[in-house]
């Protein structure tokens, strides 16, 4: 079975009309350990909530997530569509320049 870089590397190069849910969860819970929820009684079965995500949004870096929040739902209780897929990559990239940026003010912050 596929780890998460191994699933994010393989969507990067070409995005599936529909992915399994299990896959997007799994990719989830490795870039954004945390800083989900599961639902249930909707169609809506995850939600992802990030400072990374609310930044983008409030300076418009994105329309993506709305208020700081990515909505995944499903189809058929079992796949994601493509654009959703699309929308996490993109919130990937968020949190990773989120991330080296924190970083990088830390660094910087000391002198160096």
Known sequence: MA???????RW???????VPKEDVLKVVEAYFP????LTSGSSHFLIVKH?????AHERGF????????LS???TRGRYVKKYLIQNLLEA?????????VQGTTGEAGRGQ
Request: charged content about 35%.
């Open 34 to 37: 945390g800083s989900y929820e």
């Open 72 to 74: 995944l739902s499903h």
């Open 12 to 18: 990067r190069k070409r995005v599936p009309p529909e």
């Open 62 to 69: 994105s329309a993506s997530f709305p208020g700081g929040r």
């Open 3 to 9: 780890d998460a870089a191994e699933i994010v590397q």
């Open 92 to 100: 990937i990239d968020v949190r990773e320049a989120f991330d080296r």
């Open 51 to 55: 400072e990374a995500l609310r930044i």
